[in-house]
């Protein structure tokens, strides 16, 4: 009886959610974009023309279009399926994220169904690299495993932090009351006690989107992009698209954290001022960064997390409980 | 139409993937040049591929000796269609100066059909641009007469 009561219309705003908006088409326009610009300022930087913005979308088409090639001793639907399952587990994702007000698929717990989202489309990836049977994919997952965990412990430390922040007595987990606390006050970036949370969180992201210095698992010019080595043709193509996306994830994730999701009420603006903070967060944590640094050894990313960016990340923690 | 904007994408991400084939070295440097702030062949979309598996173009340097035949040979075919050929200076389509020796299995045409050849020894960047720039042409044409 219940199930007769679930409204077309319901579902139709499901499948809005997942495929057009925030779902799949939004969210590969946008990171896009964003890999775009990062391209574009990077080339800057370096008193380079560039290449055009577009580039990242031309690149993707054009693998699409190339042959793909599954080596004969890789485990062939395990190859073929990591970069769908990336790419699947990236668009769940976004729906938890409010981008302008808008949140699809908000419960009590969104923080915690994101971190564990977050770590599937680098698994998938390490997945589809141990799959292809190339030893350079094997010592480019093992170090992917090492970043993971790098990585995790801070962010980890800065969403206790937010959460408690905004969560009073308690600490929240759902970003839904996150981005509204901050709506109702300021947003956490102007609250002195989140500030060393907040830079702990311009690390992570490019750690977590794999973008140089960071790119120790993927690092081309060591050992040949690591677990995408053997890839070529369409699989090739979803992962460079996921990579994309994932920037725009984390930005997004950033400035729901921290900048109160960019609220309004009218959606058009709040999608453009996500979209124009999006690109900012992106300029100042991954273009800049790469632009300026060579690339970290495993080991020294490993401790640099472990320490600095950890300890950033802990000191908000500990002002935030007991200031 | 998605068909057309594939094809047309075609010509606009080349990745290059650079064989040394027992160069000197003169034109390794000079395809290097290209992709320096200077000439910069980004803006035309060239990236230097780390895996022969995601490049569209081969660009082989040097004579081809006989060391190193079966590794090109074996890395062209890594490549996936569609894909195009470049020879870079005199070495790979004439041997140059190595020409009669021992150690000189080349010319490159001798084992595959070449696209594309920069003439020089070392070629200018300007020329090898002009070479790629046809390349990326060459590989519109053949993505576009596949299926
Ligand atoms: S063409 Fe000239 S510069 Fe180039 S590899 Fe041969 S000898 Fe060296």
């Keep these: 009886m219940d199930i007769m009561n679930i409204d077309i219309m319901d579902i139709l705003m499901y499948a809005v959610y997942i495929l057009i908006f925030p779902g799949l088409l939004f969210t590969c326009v946008f990171g896009l974009w964003l890999a775009g610009i990062d391209r574009k300022v990077v080339a800057r930087m370096q008193h380079r023309k560039g290449p055009p913005l577009a580039q990242p979308a031309y690149d993707f088409l054009k693998l699409l279009g190339k042959e793909c090639i599954v080596p004969d001793g890789a485990a062939r639907i395990t190859f073929l399926a990591a970069p769908w399952l990336g790419l699947a587990s990236l668009v769940v994702t ?9 949140q699809a698929f908000g419960t009590g717990g969104d923080t915690v169904v994101i971190l564990y989202l977050l770590t599937i489309p680098t698994l998938a990836m390490i997945l589809g690299g141990s799959a292809s049977g190339s030893p350079f994919a094997g010592v480019g997952s093992s170090r992917t495993m090492v970043a993971i965990m790098s990585y995790e412990l801070p962010l980890i430390l800065i969403i206790l932090a937010v959460g408690k922040a905004a969560g009073g007595y308690g600490v929240t987990f759902s970003l839904g009351q996150i981005t509204l606390f901050q709506y109702l006050t300021a947003p956490f970036i102007l609250d002195w006690r989140l500030v060393p949370a907040a830079i702990a969180m311009l690390f992570v992201i490019p750690c977590e989107v794999g973008q140089h210095p960071f790119d120790v698992g993927e690092a081309e010019t060591e050992i040949c992009e690591g677990p995408l080595v053997e890839y070529s043709g369409a699989p090739l193509a979803v992962f460079k698209l996921s990579h994309a996306i994932k920037m725009f994830v984390m930005t997004a994730l950033f400035s729901a954290l921290f900048l109160g999701g960019v609220t309004t009420g009218m959606l058009w603006l709040d999608i453009v001022l996500t979209l124009a903070f999006c690109s900012v967060v992106t300029l100042v944590c991954m273009s800049l960064l790469h632009a300026i640094s060579a690339r970290f050894r495993v080991e020294q990313l490993f401790k640099f997390f472990w320490t600095v960016v950890s300890g950033l990340a ?6 935030v409980w007991f200031c | 139409m998605f068909k057309k904007l594939i094809d047309n994408a075609a010509s606009k991400s080349p990745w290059l993937f650079h064989i040394n084939a027992g160069s000197c070295n003169g034109c390794d440097i000079e395809l290097v040049a290209v992709l320096t702030p200077r000439y910069d ?12 598996r995601h490049a569209d173009i081969v660009v082989v340097s040097g004579p081809v000796t006989v060391q190193s035949l079966d590794r090109v040979l074996r890395t062209i075919e890594q490549v996936p269609e569609p894909r195009v050929i470049v020879t870079l200076g005199s070495c790979p389509r004439s041997c140059n100066v190595f020409k009669g020796s021992y150690a000189v299995a ?18 200018k960047p300007e020329a090898i641009i002009d ?17």
């Design chain 2, 106 to 123: 080349g010319p490159l045409d001798k084992y595959v059909p070449i696209d594309v050849s920069i003439a020089g020894c070392a070629p």
């Design chain 2, 131 to 147: 070479g790629l720039a046809l390349a990326t042409k060459i590989l519109k044409e053949k993505r576009e007469a596949m299926k």
């Design chain 2, 41 to 52: 062949a980004e803006r035309l979309g060239f990236k230097l591929a780390g895996t022969p």
């Design chain 1, 94 to 102: 976004v729906l938890f994220i409010p981008i302008g007000g808008l």
């Design chain 1, 314 to 319: 802990l000191v908000s923690l500990l002002l």
